[in-house]
């Protein structure tokens, strides 16, 4: 079967990248090794000028990993994938091939936390600046554009806000000003939205949530969309050398197998669990791409099909009642990283933003009472149990 007559993505997480093997093994092998024996002087000299395909050595390429860039690539509707040993190396890697010495950077400000970190501490070191903007508003976008402006990256639904950036319009003014859009599609994976149909050029994940979906691997994806943007972005992978190994790659491309079902039950529960929320009478507002008092509700219709596993919502009685909160509940667990089967549960201000402090906290709009929950693929009747008693505690 070939990949590009295949539309649907959940034919696609179970078919794509699975390729055919010496031994017609369902599931292809494990390639566990550093490098490859070339038969020759002359067939080792031929590879490394590219005049043949094959395989030299792990850092450069490798079929297990290959089969599982196969499938992103499908998914995404992209020309190529790079795995890479996380989403933050996806993500460096990424600007590292885009953006050079006197460049400019705008990037969505409710963004994943290290990113932010990347682009603050390390980018800059290069003599990036970066303007950090809410990309759910184009004004603000406009505004923020520069004539040295490179890259506009974009996640959305943004963390932990859940607030979603309007990809087509956003696409069509960062193009006018001839700037290239990032899009970090980890909270929706390809089942629920594909970038590159907005007009989106590069796509970047991190593999260790929903797309791996079993929170054993950490790990990352680019995809780009064109054939002439591969070579570069290859090149880069390989010197900056933050590559993902092939057990790793092994175990991501089996999750991947059941993503279409996982997604579509992360949504349903998902739905069911921020209906139960808003009903609450301890908590103050729910945040949720699928429910109609979401801000951007109209967009996110238009542009995801599902809704995602990811809720915040804000209890009235803030910091404390977060802190019981997460110290009273018992199936999900309390930890950071998300996209699991398991349901997790966080509090911002009393984990991951203690230390900011309430001032910073309030800028990045981190209330106190914030609380984010991944809802995984259990029973919702028993993730709503579990969060009743944990509120009522
Ligand atoms: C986790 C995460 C990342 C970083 O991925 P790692 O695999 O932890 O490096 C980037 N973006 C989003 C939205 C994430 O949730």
């Known amino acids: 079967m070939k990949e590009h007559d295949i539309a649907s993505t959940d034919t696609l997480a179970v078919h794509a990248g699975v390729g055919s093997?010496?031994?017609?093994?369902?599931?292809?092998?494990?390639?566990?090794?550093?490098?490859?024996?070339?038969?020759?002087?002359?067939?080792?000299?031929?590879?490394?000028?590219?005049?043949?395909?094959?395989?030299?050595?792990?850092?450069?390429?490798?079929?297990?990993?290959?089969?599982?860039?196969?499938?992103?690539?499908?998914?995404?509707?992209?020309?190529?994938?790079?795995?890479?040993?996380?989403?933050?190396?996806?993500?460096?890697?990424?600007?590292?091939?885009?953006?050079?010495?006197?460049?400019?950077?705008?990037?969505?400000?409710?963004?994943?936390?290290?990113?932010?970190?990347?682009?603050?501490?390390?980018?800059?070191?290069?003599?990036?600046?970066?303007?950090?903007?809410?990309?759910?508003?184009?004004?603000?976008?406009?505004?923020a554009m520069r004539p040295n402006t490179k890259v506009v990256f974009v996640e959305t639904p943004g963390n932990p806000t859940l607030v979603i950036c309007d990809l087509e319009a956003v696409c069509r003014m960062a193009h006018a000003h001839g700037a290239q859009v990032v899009v970090d599609n980890t909270f929706m994976t390809p089942v629920l939205q594909q970038p590159f149909r907005w007009g989106v050029d590069v796509v970047v994940h991190s593999l260790t949530k929903f797309l791996n979906g079993h929170a054993d691997v950490v790990g990352g994806m680019i995809v780009v969309k064109e054939e002439s943007q591969y070579p570069t972005f290859r090149k880069m992978l390989n010197h900056l050398g933050g590559v993902l190994p092939p057990l790793e790659s092994f175990l991501v491309h089996r999750g991947i197998k059941t993503l279409a079902l996982r997604m579509q039950r992360h949504c349903e529960n998902a739905m069911k669990v921020a209906e139960f929320l808003e009903r609450h009478p301890a908590v103050e507002w729910v945040r949720f791409p699928g429910l109609k008092s979401h801000p951007q509700h109209e967009i996110a219709q238009r542009q995801m099909s599902g809704p995602g596993g990811m809720i915040s919502f804000g209890l009235k009685a803030g910091l404390e009642a977060g802190r019981k909160m997460m110290n009273a509940v018992k199936l999900c667990g309390l930890a950071v990283s998300l996209g699991g089967v398991e349901s997790l549960i966080q509090h911002p201000a009393s984990m991951t933003h203690a230390g900011m402090g309430p001032d910073a906290r309030k800028r990045a709009n981190i209330t106190d009472g914030l609380v984010r929950v991944s809802v995984g693929i259990e029973n919702a009747d028993d993730i709503i149990a579990d969060l009743d008693q944990a509120m009522s505690g």
């Open 21 to 143: 093997n010496e031994h017609l093994a369902v599931v292809p092998p494990i390639y566990q090794t550093s490098t490859f024996a070339f038969d020759s002087v002359e067939q080792g000299a031929a590879l490394f000028a590219g005049e043949r395909p094959g395989y030299i050595y792990s850092r450069m390429g490798n079929p297990t990993v290959e089969g599982l860039e196969k499938s992103v690539t499908a998914l995404e509707g992209g020309y190529a994938g790079l795995a890479c040993g996380s989403g933050m190396a996806a993500t460096h890697t990424t600007l590292a091939v885009l953006l050079q010495n006197g460049d400019h950077l705008v990037c969505s400000d409710a963004v994943y936390g290290p990113t932010c970190t990347l682009v603050d501490t390390v980018l800059s070191r290069f003599g990036i600046e970066c303007t950090m903007v809410d990309t759910s508003d184009l004004d603000a976008v406009k505004l």
